[in-house]
């Protein structure tokens, strides 16, 4: 997959942008806050339909725009494509068109471009909490999945709706009647969530392990474990079984979420843990190991994006390379030789070997 050319129009710092890429390695340099992660933040858009940063379509607009506009030309599946976004202020929903045809969700582009972004917050996920690991595995199967992404949005829908009724229960205990069909649908819904995250998180700890490898020559040993409810026993288990499982760890957690008025139990709560040679690598690893490890869960979505689409997804590294010693860098470094690569640096002059410079300043080419 290669993005040959970008244009944006009214997309966060830049009114507007026309911009040719190299296939290899494209060097984005600027100082600080001149739009270089807005524009890594377009590409990931283009062919996700998800922004890293933002939580409403609004907050990528230029100030003052009542709409924005990114189009992209790229080459994947054997052919020249075209990928285009038209988000709005307000409430009006994001136009998506593919090829010049408008298509309605965002598993009619699936597989034209694939990207994975790798930031600074990243290198530190294994140390934080538990919803920025949940945010990393959804980035990834969403972009892996788009039923993932259906079902992820249901689930987060009828979460809102629950949330909403155990809160008024209080004033008004007549909404009570319809929770339990609320429960049943979370419970329907949030078992395929399971399924799903079993099956990608086995394959990236089977993939981060051989990375992780390779970088410490065999001296600890990756493994990944995914943790969800209790009474899942088996997460690679049918979606009946895991549909029955968390049923029985909602009813056991019934009256605690009505005196409470939270939701208590589900996927939404679910992480996954790392260890290296059996050590938890939350409580016990140093920053380095911490470090490595991040890296290697990086490079193994990359390489399952690439096992899944039969191409080679596009990477994007933002301000990563500058957090990193001198050996981690020679790490990332030496696995980014084929595929096409996006890496933003404020030191104009440290990488600028790698391929193709574009200086960024004020959200203009300077």
Request: charged content about 25%; glycine content about 8%; aromatic content about 8%.
């Amino acid at each position: 997959m290669e993005l040959h050319n970008l244009k944006l129009r009214n997309f966060r710092n830049y009114e507007e942008l026309n911009l040719d890429f190299d296939p290899g390695v494209n060097l984005i340099v600027g100082r600080n806050a001149q739009g270089k992660t807005n524009l890594l933040e377009a590409v990931a858009y283009l062919g996700t339909g998800k922004s890293f940063r933002a939580q409403k379509q609004s907050e990528m607009l230029r100030f003052g725009a009542d709409f924005g506009d990114l189009e992209g030309e790229i080459f994947s599946q054997g052919r020249l494509q075209t990928l285009r976004w038209v988000l709005f202020d307000r409430q009006r929903p994001r136009q998506i068109w593919r090829n010049g045809a408008k298509k309605k969700t965002v598993a009619d582009i699936s597989g034209v471009m694939s990207t994975v972004l790798f930031c600074p917050e990243d290198l530190m996920v294994l140390k934080s909490g538990a919803s920025a690991r949940r945010r990393l595995g959804d980035m990834a199967l969403c972009g892996l999945r788009p039923n993932y992404d259906a079902a992820l949005t249901e689930y987060n829908r009828i979460l809102e709706q629950k949330s909403r009724i155990l809160k008024d229960h209080f004033e008004n205990p007549a909404v009570l009647e319809i929770l339990p069909e609320y429960n049943t649908r979370l419970c329907q819904v949030g078992a395929l969530l399971i399924s799903y995250r079993a099956r990608f998180y086995q394959s990236l700890g089977q993939e981060a392990a051989k990375f992780h490898d390779a970088f410490s020559g065999g001296a600890e040993e990756f493994s990944l474990q995914y943790q969800t409810v209790s009474t899942v026993r088996d997460p690679l288990a049918p979606v009946s079984e895991l549909t029955q499982a968390l049923q029985e760890h909602l009813q056991s957690h019934y009256r605690a979420e009505l005196e409470s008025g939270m939701c208590l139990t589900g996927p939404h709560k679910d992480d996954f843990e790392v260890c290296l040679s059996g050590i938890n690598l939350k409580a016990y690893g140093s920053q380095g190991q911490t470090r490595t490890a991040a890296i290697s869960l990086k490079l193994a979505q990359r390489e399952l994006y690439r096992r899944e689409f039969g191409e080679e997804p596009v990477l994007l590294l933002d301000d990563v390379l500058s957090e990193l010693d001198p050996a981690r860098q020679d790490f990332v470094l030496n696995q980014i030789k084929t595929g096409q690569v996006f890496i933003t640096c404020c030191e104009p002059g440290k990488f600028t070997e790698l391929g193709k410079t574009i200086h960024i300043e004020q959200g203009k080419l300077s």
